[in-house]
């Protein structure tokens, strides 16, 4: 079974502060996906990556960026948090073929 | 840009059959997907439609017509463990960017008794 593993699942910042949110998946997956999940928005693109050192912008990057220094890990970095990030964040990876996506269970970040 | 529209709340009974709508505004369309995700619980696919037509997966069929930019979920013999949010989500193929989705707003469903 794919893997996908997020390193919180609740997560409490102040405004202002650097937050790391890190994925790690377990299959060999080339593409790694970050989300935001906001009521009634649905899953919204933060980041992705289609191979190691790659990055993709996706529909909402502003705020955030990405590292992805090996093939089974995926962070998504907020410079400098600001209210209008808390949400639930989650992570997916795929292989470069079908368009199914294997998601972790989601970190929930709230900046106060 | 691209949208997806879906049904914000769909509420059906046990045993019922129930069909949850997307249509889309694409350019560059190539398939539809499906996805359920439980409160509190990660997405999870469901079905992918490349092809006009319907494809079924046990309980769950899928359908997409491209002609009317229009697809939906077809839930049948639903039980209470199907409450659950839908999504679809548009991808516009196998690019350097890989299979990157774009979600609808979601669908959630309740089964009643």
């Known amino acids: 079974d794919v893997k996908v593993t997020q390193s919180s699942r609740y997560l409490v910042k102040r405004t202002g502060e650097k937050v790391f949110l890190e994925c790690v998946q377990d299959m060999d997956h080339e593409n790694m996906f970050w989300y935001r999940q906001d009521p009634g928005l649905g899953l919204r693109l933060i980041y992705f990556s289609y191979d190691v050192k790659m990055k993709e912008k996706g529909d909402i990057p502003e705020g955030y960026s990405v590292s992805r220094e090996k093939k089974e890990r995926f962070s998504l970095i907020l410079e400098s948090a600001s209210t209008n990030q808390t949400s639930m964040y989650l992570c997916?990876?795929?292989?470069?073929?079908?368009?199914?996506?294997?998601f972790g269970p989601g970190t929930r970040l709230t900046v106060t | 840009g691209q949208s997806l529209e879906q049904p914000s709340e769909v509420t059906a009974v046990e045993g019922a059959i129930v069909q949850i709508n997307c249509t889309y505004q694409t350019s560059g369309f190539y398939g539809l997907s499906w996805y359920q995700q439980h409160d509190g619980g990660a997405p999870t696919f469901l079905s992918y439609n490349a092809l006009d037509g319907l494809e079924e997966t046990g309980r769950f069929s899928s359908f997409l017509s491209r002609s009317d930019s229009y697809g939906y979920l077809l839930l049948q013999e639903l039980q209470m463990k199907d409450s659950a949010s839908y999504f679809c989500a548009w991808t516009g193929g196998l690019t350097g960017g890989g299979n990157k989705l774009t979600f609808g707003t979601g669908t959630q469903l309740k089964v009643e008794l």
């Open positions: 997916a990876s795929s292989l470069g073929g079908p368009p199914e996506q294997y």
